[in-house]
């Protein structure tokens, strides 16, 4: 019997896959969105923190955020 592979995603990580894996994460405050295009024969996962804080500087930590990430998500 195959096994199905792993796949941990960390905050700002987003994976996409056409095969059967086990996406997993760990959201206390964050937020992560699981997507299926049944038509296409995919699947992605995403995981990230909430929006910004008002104050917080520009950096390149920006890709951690949900409003930096919502653009990356064009799955369809």
Same mark, same amino acid.
């Given at each position: 019997? !195959?096994?199905?592979? @792993?796949?941990? *995603?960390?905050?700002? /990580?987003?994976? &996409?896959?056409? $095969?059967? =894996? *086990?996406?997993?994460?760990? !959201?206390?405050?964050?937020?992560? =969105?699981?997507?299926? +295009? !049944? ?6 996962? +995403?995981?990230?923190?909430? =929006? @910004?804080? $008002?104050?917080? &500087?520009?950096? +390149?930590?920006? /890709?951690?955020?949900?409003? !930096?990430?919502?653009?990356? %998500?064009? *799955? %369809?």
């Amino acid at each position: 019997m !195959a096994t199905i592979p @792993r796949k941990y *995603l960390r905050p700002g /990580q987003f994976y &996409a896959a056409r $095969r059967p =894996v *086990l996406a997993e994460t760990l !959201a206390g405050s964050c937020i992560t =969105v699981c997507l299926y +295009n !049944a038509r296409q024969g995919f699947g992605a996962m +995403n995981h990230f923190l909430r =929006v @910004r804080p $008002r104050r917080a &500087a520009e950096s +390149n930590r920006g /890709q951690f955020f949900g409003d !930096a990430r919502a653009s990356d %998500c064009r *799955l %369809c």
